[in-house]
């Protein structure tokens, strides 16, 4: 069955640090998706591509968090410099570009900064 | 916006017996779908179930289904037979069918499943 990989699992960093975050969505769905989760809560959207466009990142912090994807087809995540209130688990999701069908997500990053 | 309101932040249940969580959301539109999501501890979120709005009918997946009540924007999920592998954070999420757009999560309901 086909996932989304997303590496690393974990990771830790130390506080004005940057960090970045990888993820590979299915092949050939065009939409990925970028959410954060705080622990106990639900994922809350940070950004969404199509292709290699931004769609949405109106609730990406953008003096220090930065997303591409370059050639629509992997994307990375950066946080820079990271702050003890980014830790969270960090999810990518990937959908088919059109339907109403749920995403496919990956096994999350999980960042602690210390 | 959307929003999605989960009001049980934890749900206990004993195995082989049923739970509905409840969901409720707000939205302006007519077309749109609902989801049940599943996260295990230190696992990825799995989608359990789904629900087109204009479709009158309550989805069922194997022990799983909804009550869906469009007017009062309810979208239960019961779970019947529990099992301890369904232990699990669950969430209740929205999407627009117009357009590409991104799923709204609830905060979550932790569901324990005691032996």
């Known amino acids: 069955e086909a996932e989304v990989a997303q590496s690393p699992r974990y990771k830790i960093t130390e506080k004005s640090q940057a960090v970045a975050f990888w993820c590979d969505p299915i092949?050939?769905?065009?939409?990925l998706y970028w959410y954060r989760q705080i622990l106990g809560q639900g994922p809350e959207l940070l950004v969404q591509?199509?292709?290699?466009?931004?769609?949405?990142d109106s609730q990406l912090p953008k003096d220090r968090f930065s997303a591409e994807r370059l050639k629509g087809v992997d994307s990375t995540l950066k946080i820079q410099p990271a702050e003890l209130g980014d830790s969270a688990m960090y999810l990518c999701?990937?959908?088919?570009?059109?339907?109403?069908?749920?995403?496919?997500f990956g096994s999350g990053t999980r960042l602690t900064v210390v | 916006a959307q929003t999605v309101t989960q009001s049980q932040p934890e749900m206990s249940v004993q195995e082989a017996e049923t739970v509905t969580l409840s969901c409720t959301y707000d939205t302006s539109e007519s077309d749109y779908y609902l989801f049940w999501y599943k996260q295990p501890p230190s696992r990825q979120m799995i989608l359990v179930i789904r629900q087109e709005a204009y479709k009158q009918q309550n989805a069922t997946e194997n022990r799983f289904s909804v009550n869906f009540q469009k007017a009062a924007k309810s979208f239960s999920l019961k779970i019947s037979d529990s099992q301890l592998g369904d232990a699990a954070m669950y969430f209740c999420a929205y999407r627009r069918e117009s357009g590409n757009t991104p799923l709204v999560f609830g905060k979550g309901t932790r569901l324990s499943v005691i032996a």
């Open positions: 092949s050939g769905h065009a939409t």
């Open positions: 999701a990937s959908s088919p570009t059109v339907g109403g069908y749920g995403y496919t």
């Open positions: 591509f199509q292709d290699e466009s931004v769609v949405d």
